[in-house]
């Protein structure tokens, strides 16, 4: 054992492909791995010299600056993420774990590069995007379509109510014309059921059950229990008034997993995340109430945009790096599409309330 502990750590550090660095609680590095020299593109000189603050993006640096803080009242950062400039003025994106030494004034680091996951989710979300609007064209084709047509079929169904037959003495016409009026029915009816087909198909095929809300919740929590660990979220949770709902199980655990992953990625850093879910029956309407204590955001500013697709509020990449918008994108999708509606109420750093009416 005394072998071991003389042994230097210091190939370790700088052998090490994962980025280390040890910072001092005055805001400058102190030592750095030459994987981190290598990526930034500058000196040690250089980064010895100037605040680390200067080398982060200008959006994620207020952000960054006040998980700092946390780390200097000896509160270890985890599953943060921020991007940095290179010397050649490339953004990279880092995922760090930082553990304050409160005796030592220091703070130990550890990133790891994630700017290529980053593409690929970029480029994941610019897919989505695109099946999204590919899918919204087909369908207001069809609705327009089945419209259009419906339009000159009715049209000719009323020239066949406005004829006399009685004054047509030709047996051969008085055929054609009922071969005709038959065929134009039969096409209107199927342009109705086209319609129809085209209404319903959303939700044919979707599983509906009685969805326990404290079972599902167990299960999401337990996903993601490290997180919720790190994190040190709070619940608060009462479904007394209402323990479930008829909804698709699949789409109930989707609702948490996105309403929970963004309260802990949208938590004001010097306050632990506390999450209340509760439950209750309004005029005959069964609810759930999701509040959180995070950022928030303007509602003047975003508030119409909240669910929409790659819609981004924050300038900041804590917990796990999605800000792309689809998290309450799918929220409002397992919803909607099942007959219900969400409302939200926030302000900025007062948190967020999300309240779903299910049909």
């Known amino acids: 054992m005394q072998e071991t502990d003389n042994l230097s750590l210091e190939p370790f550090f700088n052998l090490s492909m994962d980025l280390l660095c040890i910072a001092g609680y005055d805001g400058y590095f102190k030592k750095v791995n030459p994987a981190l020299v290598q990526l930034l593109g500058y000196t040690e000189e250089e980064l010895f010299s100037r605040k680390i603050q200067e080398f982060i993006h200008e959006e994620d640096r207020d952000l960054t600056g006040r998980y700092r803080e946390n780390l200097i009242k000896n509160v270890p950062l985890v599953n943060y993420e921020n991007r940095y400039v290179s010397k050649t003025g490339e953004i990279i994106w880092l995922h760090w774990t930082s ?143 209402l323990r479930g709902v008829r909804h698709n199980p699949s789409y109930m655990e989707s609702i948490f997993l996105n309403l929970l992953t963004n309260s802990i990625k949208y938590a004001r850093p010097d306050v632990p995340p506390v999450i209340s879910i509760t439950s209750q029956v309004v005029e005959g309407k069964n609810q759930l109430i999701y509040t959180d204590n995070g950022l928030g955001f303007d509602m003047e500013k975003f508030g119409s945009k909240i669910f929409g697709l790659n819609q981004k509020f924050h300038n900041n ?15 409002y999708n397992h919803i909607n599409s099942l007959g219900g509606t969400i409302a939200v109420e926030s302000e900025v750093n007062n948190g967020v309330t999300f309240t779903i009416t299910f049909k």
Request: proline fraction near 1%.
């Open 99 to 241: 553990i304050p030494l409160e005796n030592e004034k220091l703070v130990y680091a550890i990133a790891k590069n994630i700017t290529h996951k980053k593409k690929l989710e970029k480029e994941r979300i610019e897919h989505l995007i695109n099946l999204v609007d590919k899918n919204h064209e087909l369908k207001q084709l069809n609705y327009t379509t089945s419209h259009d047509l419906r339009s000159p079929v009715n049209n000719l169904l009323s020239i066949f109510g406005f004829l006399d037959m009685s004054k047509i003495e030709d047996k051969e016409i008085l055929e054609t014309l009922d071969y005709m009026k038959m065929a134009t029915e039969g096409l209107n009816n199927s342009l109705n059921n086209y319609v129809d087909l085209i209404s319903k198909r959303e939700t044919s095929n979707i599983d509906l059950e009685v969805v326990d809300f404290e079972l599902i919740l167990k299960q999401v929590k337990s996903s993601i229990s490290s997180l919720l660990g790190n994190a040190n979220v709070t619940f608060n949770v009462d479904f007394s008034n």
């Open 317 to 331: 990449g804590g917990g796990d790096g999605d800000s792309k918008g689809v998290g309450l994108y799918l929220v």
